[in-house]
């Protein structure tokens, strides 16, 4: 029998022994907070109400005015490109989608650095797309990086992309996959860490 013993069990005299003594980041200093709007505060501000009412808003149906909504404030969004209800962009402007692409319900764009999303994509329900990170051995400033997108790939469900990452052309993320970095093309990813279980498509097939 193996009994797990948390460090919290220990008698608290013990705790100093068991946690060594290290800093506590004091987060009202960490920097960086407004570093990535890229607008004026104003803009900013007036985003996010137009976002809760065209773009979030699930009574909100129409996809053609989420785009034109998107596009009023900075968003490079192509011809045919479909966007569901309940969907969140931080930034329009860094925000860069290709044609005939579809997004779906309850994709988070967290975009504090630039997205880029290539023709003929695929980003499924409720994934989450995020640029930004912390340095959290230093001072917990942000750090951002963007994330390319290549043509014909499909994000299917509940994934997490993070920043810095590529997913190559016609590459297939399994539900619920963490990407973090390169994505092979035409290759199919799956799990937290993500890792390569076969190919899209076959050779002849492309």
Not at 10 to 38: F, N, Q, T
Not at 148 to 172: D, F, P, Q, Y
Request: proline share 6%; with cysteine.
């Amino acid at each position: 029998i193996t009994t797990r013993l948390s460090w919290r069990a220990l008698p608290k005299e013990l705790w100093s022994r068991a946690m060594p003594d290290v800093p506590v980041i004091d987060l009202s200093k960490a920097p960086g907070e407004r570093a990535s709007w890229g607008r004026p505060a104003w803009v900013v501000y007036l985003w996010g109400l137009c976002e809760l009412l065209f773009v979030t808003n699930p009574l909100q149906i129409s996809s053609g005015l989420r785009v034109a909504v998107l596009r009023a404030f900075g968003a490079h969004i192509e011809d045919g490109v479909i966007f569901r209800p309940r969907t969140r962009v931080r930034f329009p402007w860094n925000l860069h989608i290709g044609a005939r692409s579809w997004v779906g319900e309850g994709v988070w764009f967290h975009n504090q650095d630039h997205i880029y999303v290539e023709h003929d994509v695929v980003i499924s329900q409720d994934s989450f797309l995020t640029t930004g990170s912390h340095a959290h051995r230093r001072d917990m400033a942000l750090i951002t990086r963007p994330i390319h997108i290549e043509a014909g790939a499909w994000i299917t469900a509940r994934c997490v992309v993070t920043g810095g990452s590529r997913i190559g052309a016609n590459a297939l993320v399994a539900p619920l996959t963490v990407v973090h970095g390169e994505i092979p093309p035409n290759t199919t990813v799956a799990g937290s860490p993500c890792r390569v279980v076969g190919s899209r498509f076959a050779e002849a097939a492309l």
